[in-house]
């Protein structure tokens, strides 16, 4: 089994910065492209950032040069660092990644993991 746990959601004022974190852990044999997605009240879930494995990035014009993802492989972890926060950023911020597993037999097997979430909330 694979699990992905964010942390570093809260609250914050307009303007100011959060960073979140997702951690991969499990039977790990690699991890392809990590994404970050957001869900705010009412809305549709929505693709915020993506992460290749070759470390290619894609952002939402939303938070275009206000977000910056990014991944450290040696730590299966991915990240998101968010500046000049919106109210509208005010979110539950999920972390999504495909990934590699060696089955008990040792073969290998490709899973679609999500996170939890973790919940930014943008006010002052």
Known sequence: QVQLVES???????????????VASGSIFSIGDMSWYRQ????????VALISS???TNYADSVKGRFTISRDDAKNTMYLQMNSLKPEDTAVYSCYATVVTRTAVGLLSSLEVWGQGTL???SS
């Open 8 to 22: 570093g959601g809260g609250l914050v004022q307009p303007g100011g910065s959060l960073r979140l974190s997702c």
């Open 120 to 122: 930014v909330i943008v």
């Open 54 to 56: 070759r470390g290619n």
């Open 40 to 47: 705010a009240p009412g809305k549709e879930r929505e693709l």
